[in-house]
């Protein structure tokens, strides 16, 4: 549809105006919806107790409760691993043992023996404490892993689950709202208004900050949760990879947002959206599925991140490990940004060829061409 001039709609509106007033409806709409209010508050109750169970089951799961006397506790003194209760004399460290609130007990050994204690256990003694307490060989490691496997593994599948549930969620919301806009006829009056490529770029804008606002909120709510859990080691190396998650995800979420929209535009009716958004929803969740599966190979990562459906999710878990040299993020980034562009491009030439075309899907080869 032609405008009245190069800057303004056929009202009289400005482009940018045009695209705010979208933008505004977009959030108003989602933020009157009490489904969205009250999904957003279950996913950031959620990952608040995630973030707190988790911190406090790896703060105390690798603590092994034993009991000591006063001739022992030097045994132990300044190793860590262990949750120390002193006990009287040998009987009531047996005592301890037995009801359960100790896994072992540390007790003066017969002079004769080999050490001058002994470990005292109900029915097996714990294998962590007899390693921790065994005489062994320095060992040296030429190559050591900067980053503990299994918070490696958590990692990415917390930056994975926080980008599969945003984009899709958002994208499959604002597709619906497409058709749903074709279906009542407001898309007419709306393209009466403003341009289709100002429409698109309003709902993208709109959807967009609401998308952000949530991430902003769960990476508020991680950083809480590792303070309150005494996780400041883990809270200093998640820092600077959430802050490119953020940036990276905001333009992740451009390229998916615009690709949604313009997959939506195609149909006429709720139920075919499934069949022209598929494509795009396995896009959004490939990035959790090959991050999570790879997220211990160096090679497949870095390849990864270089991948604009994936680097958003793969790159912030490079930067966590220690594994990406400081130019890496920018050339990734550079490389989503022109992605977004031509994504951007070609969306918004089927969402203008597509909008007012009702009844069957609209070929994508139709949709190109106009």
């Known amino acids: 549809m032609s405008t009245s001039a190069p800057d303004r709609t056929a009202t009289g509106l400005s482009v940018g105006n045009g695209i705010f007033l979208v933008a505004e409806r977009e959030i108003g709409s989602k933020l009157r919806s009490k489904a969205f209010l009250v999904s957003t508050g279950i996913l950031l109750l959620i990952a608040l107790v995630g973030v707190l169970v988790g911190g406090f089951m790896s703060k105390h799961a690798s603590e092994t409760k034993i009991a000591v006397t006063a001739e022992t506790a030097q045994a132990v003194h300044g190793i860590p691993g262990f949750a120390v209760t002193e006990a009287a004399d040998r009987t009531a460290a047996e005592k301890l043992v037995r009801d359960g609130t100790v896994e072992a007990a540390l007790v003066p050994a017969p002079a004769d023996t080999a050490f001058g204690y002994t470990v005292v256990a109900l029915h097996s003694a714990p ?134 929209a313009a997959a939506a535009a195609m149909v006429s009716r709720q139920e075919d959206i499934g069949s022209t958004t598929m494509p795009i929803t396995m896009l959004v969740m490939a990035p959790y599925i090959l991050v999570i599966v790879f997220n211990d190979n160096p090679l497949a990562m870095t390849i990864l991140s270089y991948v604009p459906f994936s680097a958003p999710v793969a790159m912030p878990v490079r930067l966590f490990v220690g594994a990406a040299q400081w130019w890496e993020p920018l050339l990734s980034l550079v490389i989503l940004l022109v992605s977004c562009v031509a994504a951007i491009l070609v969306a918004s030439k089927i969402y203008e060829n597509s909008l007012l075309r009702m009844g069957a899907r609209v070929k994508l080869r139709e949709a190109l061409r106009g």
């Open 127 to 260: 294998s962590g404490l007899q390693s921790m307490l065994a005489k062994t060989p320095k060992v040296t490691i030429l190559e050591p892993d900067a980053t503990n496997p299994l918070l490696r593994y958590l990692v990415a599948i917390g930056f994975g689950v926080v980008f599969l549930m945003a984009a899709s969620t958002f994208g499959a919301t604002m597709a619906q709202s497409v058709v749903e806009e074709k279906q009542t006829g407001v898309v007419e009056l709306l393209l009466a208004a403003i341009p289709a490529r100002v429409l698109l770029a309003g709902k993208v804008i709109g959807n967009t900050v609401l998308a952000m606002a949530q991430i902003l909120l769960l990476a508020a709510i991680a950083v809480v949760g590792l303070i309150v859990t005494g996780q400041n080691a883990v809270l200093e190396g998640l820092g600077s990879p959430l802050v490119w998650f953020a940036v990276f995800f905001l333009f992740g979420f451009v390229l998916l947002a615009s690709l949604f």
